[in-house]
């Protein structure tokens, strides 16, 4: 079964501790073995502790048997996780590049 958590607007180094402590206490309130998707679509501000942030909530996730993607992603934000490389840790839809 799949569950939606809206990621909020802002995910820069400002808004990281504030952000990551409402993701994870939402993430935990869900079972174990479930599969997280994160929605980017009203991401508007961020930064790479924007991502360093979806890969902290993609460790909690496994940690918690939980699988965790990102959809809906931004052109803008899309293209910094694949510029960092992650996008494929990220979203499995988009295989790592060669």
Known sequence: MLHTIALPAVLTADSMA??????????QALPQGVTIALDASGVQSFDSAGLALLLACRSAASQRQQRLQVQAWTPSLQSLAQVYGVLPLLDPAHPQAD
Do not use: E, T
Request: hydrophobic residues 50%; charged residues 0%.
């Open 18 to 27: 504030s952000v990551q402590a409402q993701l994870l206490q939402s993430m």
